[in-house]
């Protein structure tokens, strides 16, 4: 009894600088007691949607783990609606019962970071779920949290590597874990180990989502503007967008560095943030790009525009469906002579 009271004790602490409710409370101090964690120690952050705790565990309390519990409050969930209706994994959605809707996102959140895990992503490994309650490793030492992409300082070598990594790790979410993140950007991506982690994945949608691609522009977007004003030569939201969909390479070898490298030369030879540039990503923030093939409404006509090369404006499925820019034929895999490799890794 002695024992469980320490438990509880434990657990009270944590909502020292913030309530938890009587449900999260039971959740973890259950934990507690089965040895999941042996102190919860305090508030990483509080969030609109969800607060993150640190905890640790081992006999010098040295496995220190991140506990992220989502909130139930209704009016937050309800801005939420754009990423579940339409994911074939979330059909029981039930926008009635807060209850089941947060228990939901935090499932959501372990099944996409597993996804992650296992494409190896650099993101925290999920640990344990017990309704919205969700343990996961934590990334950062000694109780202080790795910092964000946006508070690293990286200096500006770093940052341009930062932002081939950030390249590739959109690819491979949608190559490998057939996700958009939905959400990413500098405030999701924490910097540990001098390597960048991907978090904050509950919103994360499948590619068959009606807005996936919508979801996936921004997020290019979102990258793109934060490197942009870090000072990193960037490619254009629509050559983002294409790099990430396309199918005719891979995520990781020679073909995938070939291409990196030769659009990283387009990004640099480029002048700085030219008016053009910029009116060619407002324009492509707006089009229209097809899920399906039944939504290409005349693939004879836009061929023909493209081959005719004076009016191209406006089609922007060539590289989703792997064919060249021109759509004379599918692209082929870009050709390597060596075994170059990038720096970083
Ligand atoms: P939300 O943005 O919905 O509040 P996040 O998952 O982005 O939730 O977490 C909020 C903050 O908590 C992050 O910006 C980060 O600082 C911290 N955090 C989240 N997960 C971890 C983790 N596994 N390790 C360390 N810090 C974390
Ligand atoms: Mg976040």
Not at 206 to 213: Q, T, Y
Request: glycine share 6%; with cysteine.
């Amino acid at each position: 009894a002695a024992a469980a009271n320490r438990s509880k004790d434990r657990a009270d602490r944590a909502t020292v600088e913030q309530v938890l409710d009587p449900r999260t409370r039971m959740v973890l101090f259950k934990m507690l007691n089965r040895g999941v964690f042996s102190e919860i120690n305090g508030v990483v952050s509080t969030g609109k949607e969800a607060n993150v705790y640190h905890a640790s565990a081992g006999p010098s309390g040295g496995c220190e783990m991140a506990i992220k519990v989502y909130k139930t409050a209704i009016l937050v969930f309800r801005d939420r609606d754009r990423y579940v209706v339409g994911d074939s994994r979330f059909q029981r959605y039930c926008k009635s019962n807060p209850r089941k809707m947060v228990k939901m996102w935090a499932e959501k959140e372990m099944r996409n970071l597993a996804r992650l895990n296992s494409a190896g992503i650099p993101s925290p490994k999920p640990v344990q779920l017990r309704m919205h309650v969700l343990v996961m490793e934590f990334l950062g030492e000694n109780g202080v949290a790795a910092p964000r992409l946006k508070d690293a300082g990286l200096p500006p070598p770093r940052m341009r590597q930062a932002y081939t990594e950030m390249l590739i790790m959109l690819r491979t979410l949608y190559q490998k874990c057939r996700l958009v993140h939905a959400d990413l950007s500098e405030y999701n991506v924490l910097v540990h180990n001098n390597e960048l982690y991907c978090i904050d994945v509950s919103q994360a949608v499948e590619l068959d989502h009606p807005r996936a691609f919508d979801f996936l522009r921004e997020d290019c977007q979102h990258v793109n503007d934060f490197f942009r004003r870090a000072g990193v030569a960037t490619l254009s939201v629509r050559e983002l967008f294409d790099f990430t969909v396309d199918p005719s390479f891979g995520t990781e070898g020679p073909a995938l560095e070939a291409e990196l490298d030769r659009l990283m030369e387009v990004a640099v030879s480029r002048p700085a943030a030219t008016a053009e540039q910029e009116v060619a990503d407002a324009v492509f923030a707006k089009a229209y790009i097809p899920k399906k093939l039944e939504d290409v409404m005349n693939y004879e006509r836009d061929h023909a525009r493209l081959t005719s090369g004076t009016d191209t404006e406006g089609i922007y499925y060539q590289a989703l469906a792997g064919m060249k820019a021109d759509m004379s034929g599918a692209r082929v895999q870009q050709e390597v002579s060596s075994g170059k490799k990038k720096g970083g890794n």
